[in-house]
Protein backbone atom coordinates (compact mmCIF):
# COMPACT_ATOMS: atom_id res chain seq x y z
CA UNK A 1 0.00 0.00 0.00
CA UNK A 2 2.43 2.69 1.43
CA UNK A 3 4.76 1.76 -1.77
CA UNK A 4 2.21 1.97 -4.38
CA UNK A 5 1.65 5.25 -2.72
CA UNK A 6 4.84 6.56 -3.45
CA UNK A 7 5.12 5.53 -6.80
CA UNK A 8 1.25 7.31 -7.38
CA UNK A 9 3.20 10.41 -5.86
CA UNK A 10 5.96 10.46 -8.27
CA UNK A 11 3.94 10.01 -11.38
CA UNK A 12 1.65 12.80 -10.23
CA UNK A 13 4.93 15.13 -9.66
CA UNK A 14 6.60 13.95 -13.16
CA UNK A 15 3.10 14.67 -14.59
CA UNK A 16 2.67 18.33 -13.27
CA UNK A 17 6.30 19.06 -14.05
CA UNK A 18 6.52 17.30 -17.42
CA UNK A 19 8.55 20.32 -19.41
CA UNK A 20 11.63 19.75 -16.80
CA UNK A 21 10.62 15.84 -16.65
CA UNK A 22 10.95 15.67 -20.54
CA UNK A 23 14.28 17.92 -20.25
CA UNK A 24 15.68 15.76 -17.49
CA UNK A 25 14.81 12.31 -19.86
CA UNK A 26 16.33 13.79 -22.40
CA UNK A 27 19.48 14.52 -20.56
CA UNK A 28 19.63 11.20 -19.49
CA UNK A 29 18.89 9.69 -22.49
CA UNK A 30 21.82 11.54 -24.40
CA UNK A 31 24.43 10.90 -21.42
CA UNK A 32 23.51 6.75 -21.37
CA UNK A 33 23.39 6.84 -25.35
CA UNK A 34 27.42 8.04 -24.88
CA UNK A 35 27.87 5.62 -22.44
CA UNK A 36 26.56 3.17 -24.76
CA UNK A 37 28.72 4.66 -27.57
CA UNK A 38 31.49 4.28 -25.53
CA UNK A 39 31.00 1.01 -24.25
CA UNK A 40 30.70 -0.57 -27.95
CA UNK A 41 33.52 1.83 -29.59
CA UNK A 42 35.70 0.47 -26.90
CA UNK A 43 35.10 -2.99 -27.22
CA UNK A 44 34.92 -2.41 -31.27
CA UNK A 45 38.12 -0.46 -31.41
CA UNK A 46 39.65 -3.06 -28.89
CA UNK A 47 39.12 -6.17 -31.58
CA UNK A 48 40.01 -4.20 -34.29
CA UNK A 49 42.83 -2.67 -33.12
CA UNK A 50 44.11 -6.31 -32.05
CA UNK A 51 43.10 -7.69 -35.84
CA UNK A 52 45.43 -4.74 -37.09
CA UNK A 53 48.27 -4.93 -34.85
CA UNK A 54 48.25 -8.99 -35.02
CA UNK A 55 48.69 -8.21 -38.90
CA UNK A 56 52.38 -5.79 -38.44
CA UNK A 57 54.94 -7.82 -38.89
CA UNK A 58 58.80 -7.51 -38.65
CA UNK A 59 60.79 -8.48 -41.82
CA UNK A 60 64.13 -9.14 -41.39
CA UNK A 61 66.21 -9.78 -44.41
CA UNK A 62 69.04 -12.63 -43.84
CA UNK A 63 72.21 -11.17 -45.60
CA UNK A 64 73.82 -12.81 -48.87
CA UNK A 65 72.30 -14.20 -52.01
CA UNK A 66 72.30 -16.72 -51.21
CA UNK A 67 72.43 -16.49 -47.78
CA UNK A 68 75.08 -18.37 -45.53
CA UNK A 69 73.17 -21.60 -43.44
CA UNK A 70 74.51 -20.55 -40.41
CA UNK A 71 73.14 -17.34 -40.61
CA UNK A 72 69.74 -18.63 -41.15
CA UNK A 73 70.19 -20.52 -37.89
CA UNK A 74 71.94 -17.96 -36.28
CA UNK A 75 68.82 -15.78 -36.63
CA UNK A 76 66.40 -18.79 -36.35
CA UNK A 77 67.99 -19.35 -32.34
CA UNK A 78 67.92 -15.72 -31.51
CA UNK A 79 64.21 -15.20 -32.66
CA UNK A 80 63.47 -18.63 -30.60
CA UNK A 81 64.86 -17.06 -27.92
CA UNK A 82 63.02 -14.23 -27.49
CA UNK A 83 59.77 -13.95 -25.11
CA UNK A 84 58.28 -11.19 -27.07
CA UNK A 85 57.64 -13.04 -30.26
CA UNK A 86 54.51 -14.93 -31.12
CA UNK A 87 55.48 -16.52 -34.44
CA UNK A 88 57.60 -16.30 -37.21
CA UNK A 89 58.52 -17.69 -40.85
CA UNK A 90 61.54 -17.99 -42.53
CA UNK A 91 61.17 -17.08 -46.22
CA UNK A 92 63.26 -18.00 -48.72
CA UNK A 93 65.04 -16.78 -51.59
CA UNK A 94 62.58 -18.90 -53.71
CA UNK A 95 59.26 -18.17 -52.22
CA UNK A 96 60.03 -14.47 -51.77
CA UNK A 97 60.52 -14.04 -55.54
CA UNK A 98 56.89 -16.63 -56.09
CA UNK A 99 55.18 -13.81 -53.43
CA UNK A 100 56.75 -10.98 -55.49
CA UNK A 101 55.07 -12.09 -58.75
CA UNK A 102 51.71 -12.88 -56.95
CA UNK A 103 51.68 -9.13 -56.23
CA UNK A 104 52.79 -7.95 -59.37
CA UNK A 105 49.71 -9.91 -61.14
CA UNK A 106 49.45 -11.20 -64.68
CA UNK A 107 52.44 -8.99 -65.95
CA UNK A 108 54.88 -10.54 -63.65
CA UNK A 109 56.47 -13.27 -66.32
CA UNK A 110 58.11 -10.38 -68.64
CA UNK A 111 59.29 -8.80 -66.02
CA UNK A 112 61.04 -11.91 -64.03
CA UNK A 113 61.80 -13.61 -67.04
CA UNK A 114 64.08 -10.09 -67.84
CA UNK A 115 66.18 -11.07 -64.75
CA UNK A 116 69.32 -12.76 -64.91
CA UNK A 117 69.27 -14.04 -61.31
CA UNK A 118 66.90 -13.78 -58.07
CA UNK A 119 67.59 -10.30 -56.64
CA UNK A 120 65.22 -11.15 -53.64
CA UNK A 121 66.98 -11.94 -50.16
CA UNK A 122 65.62 -14.63 -47.69
CA UNK A 123 64.07 -13.06 -45.01
CA UNK A 124 61.96 -14.14 -41.46
CA UNK A 125 58.74 -12.55 -40.92
CA UNK A 126 58.60 -12.13 -37.59
CA UNK A 127 55.27 -11.49 -35.45
CA UNK A 128 55.15 -10.44 -31.84
CA UNK A 129 53.07 -11.18 -28.93
CA UNK A 130 52.42 -7.27 -28.04
CA UNK A 131 52.34 -4.80 -30.67
CA UNK A 132 54.11 -1.97 -27.93
CA UNK A 133 57.05 -4.03 -27.97
CA UNK A 134 57.40 -3.94 -32.23
CA UNK A 135 60.28 -1.29 -31.36
CA UNK A 136 62.05 -3.38 -28.77
CA UNK A 137 62.29 -6.28 -30.97
CA UNK A 138 63.25 -4.97 -34.27
CA UNK A 139 66.36 -2.94 -32.58
CA UNK A 140 67.67 -6.13 -31.53
CA UNK A 141 68.52 -6.98 -35.04
CA UNK A 142 70.06 -3.38 -35.90
CA UNK A 143 73.56 -4.54 -35.40
CA UNK A 144 73.57 -8.20 -36.21
CA UNK A 145 76.11 -9.36 -38.52
CA UNK A 146 73.87 -11.98 -40.26
CA UNK A 147 70.77 -9.47 -40.96
CA UNK A 148 71.29 -7.46 -44.69
CA UNK A 149 71.97 -4.23 -43.43
CA UNK A 150 73.79 -1.45 -45.35
CA UNK A 151 76.91 0.33 -43.60
CA UNK A 152 75.57 3.02 -41.18
CA UNK A 153 71.67 2.08 -41.77
CA UNK A 154 69.12 -0.05 -40.60
CA UNK A 155 67.40 -0.96 -43.79
CA UNK A 156 67.64 -5.08 -43.36
CA UNK A 157 64.89 -4.77 -40.92
CA UNK A 158 61.70 -3.61 -42.41
CA UNK A 159 58.36 -2.66 -39.92
CA UNK A 160 55.64 -0.31 -39.89
CA UNK A 161 57.18 2.02 -36.89
CA UNK A 162 55.61 5.04 -37.27
CA UNK A 163 52.15 3.73 -37.91
CA UNK A 164 52.40 1.26 -34.95
CA UNK A 165 53.04 4.60 -33.14
CA UNK A 166 50.20 6.34 -34.61
CA UNK A 167 47.71 3.58 -34.63
CA UNK A 168 48.32 3.14 -30.78
CA UNK A 169 48.31 6.64 -29.79
CA UNK A 170 45.33 7.53 -31.48
CA UNK A 171 42.69 4.65 -29.80
CA UNK A 172 44.56 6.02 -26.25
CA UNK A 173 43.35 9.05 -27.03
CA UNK A 174 39.86 8.68 -28.48
CA UNK A 175 39.03 6.27 -25.80
CA UNK A 176 40.02 8.77 -23.03
CA UNK A 177 38.06 11.71 -25.12
CA UNK A 178 34.92 9.69 -24.80
CA UNK A 179 35.18 8.38 -21.14
CA UNK A 180 35.26 12.41 -20.78
CA UNK A 181 32.81 13.20 -22.84
CA UNK A 182 30.41 10.77 -20.69
CA UNK A 183 31.23 12.20 -17.49
CA UNK A 184 30.42 15.23 -18.31
CA UNK A 185 27.15 14.39 -19.75
CA UNK A 186 26.62 11.88 -16.72
CA UNK A 187 27.18 15.35 -14.34
CA UNK A 188 24.84 17.51 -16.61
CA UNK A 189 22.05 14.41 -15.92
CA UNK A 190 22.35 14.66 -12.13
CA UNK A 191 22.00 18.47 -12.27
CA UNK A 192 19.10 18.31 -14.60
CA UNK A 193 17.36 15.83 -12.05
CA UNK A 194 18.31 17.37 -9.16
CA UNK A 195 16.55 21.12 -10.32
CA UNK A 196 13.82 18.84 -11.86
CA UNK A 197 13.20 17.57 -8.41
CA UNK A 198 14.01 20.76 -6.67
CA UNK A 199 11.14 22.47 -8.54
CA UNK A 200 8.69 19.54 -7.35
CA UNK A 201 10.03 20.31 -3.66
CA UNK A 202 9.36 23.77 -4.02
CA UNK A 203 5.64 23.39 -5.69
CA UNK A 204 4.66 20.58 -3.14
CA UNK A 205 6.17 22.98 0.13
CA UNK A 206 3.51 22.95 1.85
CA UNK A 207 2.56 19.97 1.50
CA UNK A 208 5.64 18.63 2.66
CA UNK A 209 5.36 21.06 5.83
CA UNK A 210 1.92 19.33 6.97
CA UNK A 211 3.18 16.14 6.65
CA UNK A 212 5.65 17.01 8.87
CA UNK A 213 3.19 18.53 11.26
CA UNK A 214 1.17 15.51 11.43
CA UNK A 215 4.32 13.30 12.12
CA UNK A 216 5.54 12.15 8.87
CA UNK A 217 9.09 10.61 8.67
CA UNK A 218 11.49 12.01 6.76
CA UNK A 219 12.33 9.23 4.57
CA UNK A 220 8.22 9.11 3.94
CA UNK A 221 8.41 12.50 2.76
CA UNK A 222 11.97 11.55 0.60
CA UNK A 223 10.68 8.28 -1.10
CA UNK A 224 8.55 9.95 -3.80
CA UNK A 225 11.38 12.51 -4.63
CA UNK A 226 13.91 9.44 -4.74
CA UNK A 227 11.23 7.89 -6.96
CA UNK A 228 10.84 10.60 -9.26
CA UNK A 229 14.45 10.51 -9.97
CA UNK A 230 14.55 6.62 -10.44
CA UNK A 231 11.94 6.55 -12.95
CA UNK A 232 13.51 9.48 -15.43
CA UNK A 233 16.53 7.74 -14.94
CA UNK A 234 15.03 4.35 -15.97
CA UNK A 235 12.96 5.70 -18.83
CA UNK A 236 16.09 7.66 -20.63
CA UNK A 237 18.43 4.96 -20.15
CA UNK A 238 16.05 2.45 -21.48
CA UNK A 239 15.25 4.50 -24.54
CA UNK A 240 19.21 4.77 -25.05
CA UNK A 241 20.06 1.01 -24.86
CA UNK A 242 17.71 0.29 -27.55
CA UNK A 243 18.65 3.65 -29.56
CA UNK A 244 22.39 2.02 -29.17
CA UNK A 245 21.87 -1.26 -29.51
CA UNK A 246 19.92 -0.44 -33.07
CA UNK A 247 23.08 1.53 -33.96
CA UNK A 248 25.47 -0.97 -33.58
CA UNK A 249 23.55 -3.83 -35.08
CA UNK A 250 23.25 -0.97 -38.34
CA UNK A 251 27.19 -0.45 -38.26
CA UNK A 252 28.06 -3.85 -38.13
CA UNK A 253 25.98 -4.36 -41.12
CA UNK A 254 27.03 -1.86 -42.74
CA UNK A 255 30.89 -2.59 -42.49
CA UNK A 256 30.13 -6.31 -43.40
CA UNK A 257 28.81 -5.11 -46.41
CA UNK A 258 31.82 -2.82 -47.28
CA UNK A 259 34.65 -5.55 -46.89
CA UNK A 260 36.16 -4.15 -44.18
CA UNK A 261 35.89 -7.75 -42.31
CA UNK A 262 39.62 -7.17 -41.54
CA UNK A 263 37.97 -4.31 -38.50
CA UNK A 264 36.69 -7.37 -36.93
CA UNK A 265 33.38 -5.59 -36.26
CA UNK A 266 30.93 -7.41 -32.87
CA UNK A 267 27.52 -7.05 -31.68
CA UNK A 268 27.49 -5.85 -28.29
CA UNK A 269 24.58 -7.77 -26.43
CA UNK A 270 21.12 -6.21 -25.83
CA UNK A 271 20.44 -8.40 -22.60
CA UNK A 272 23.67 -9.98 -21.26
CA UNK A 273 27.68 -11.39 -22.17
CA UNK A 274 28.10 -14.09 -20.01
CA UNK A 275 30.99 -13.98 -17.37
CA UNK A 276 31.75 -10.49 -18.77
CA UNK A 277 31.26 -6.97 -16.90
CA UNK A 278 29.89 -4.45 -18.17
CA UNK A 279 26.67 -6.91 -18.66
CA UNK A 280 24.26 -6.32 -21.75
CA UNK A 281 23.47 -2.62 -22.94
CA UNK A 282 20.12 -2.82 -21.15
CA UNK A 283 20.79 -3.93 -17.91
CA UNK A 284 24.35 -1.73 -17.84
CA UNK A 285 22.68 1.78 -18.72
CA UNK A 286 19.45 1.47 -17.13
CA UNK A 287 21.54 0.54 -13.70
CA UNK A 288 23.12 3.21 -14.35
CA UNK A 289 20.82 5.67 -15.39
CA UNK A 290 18.61 4.69 -12.31
CA UNK A 291 21.20 5.59 -10.09
CA UNK A 292 22.05 8.76 -11.63
CA UNK A 293 18.63 9.56 -11.52
CA UNK A 294 18.21 8.72 -7.66
CA UNK A 295 21.92 10.03 -7.23
CA UNK A 296 20.23 13.41 -8.65
CA UNK A 297 17.55 13.62 -6.37
CA UNK A 298 19.25 12.44 -3.58
CA UNK A 299 21.31 15.88 -4.10
CA UNK A 300 17.99 18.13 -4.29
CA UNK A 301 16.74 16.77 -0.97
CA UNK A 302 19.82 17.16 0.53
CA UNK A 303 19.92 20.87 -0.01
CA UNK A 304 16.56 21.59 -0.58
CA UNK A 305 14.19 19.51 1.82
CA UNK A 306 15.02 20.74 5.39
CA UNK A 307 13.79 17.41 7.63
Not at 145 to 153: I, K, L, S
Not at 231 to 259: D, E, M, P
Request: charged share 15%; glycine share 6%.
Amino acid sequence: MRLSFFFSEALESLRRNWVMTIASVLTVLVTMAILGVVLVTDKNLHEGTTSLTNRVEIEVFIKGAPPQQSSIDALRTKIQSMPQVKSFTYISQQQALIDFKKTLGPNSAEIINNLESNPLPASYKIYVKNPNEVDQVAQQFFNDPNVDNDPGTTNGVSYAKQTVRNLLGTVNLVEKAMWVVTVLFALAAVLLTSTTVRLSIFARRREVEIMQLVGATNWFIRWPFVLEGFITGLVGSFIAALAVWGANILVYNWIHQSKLDFLRPIKYPLIAQPGVWPLGLIPTLVLVGAVLGALGSALALRRYLRV
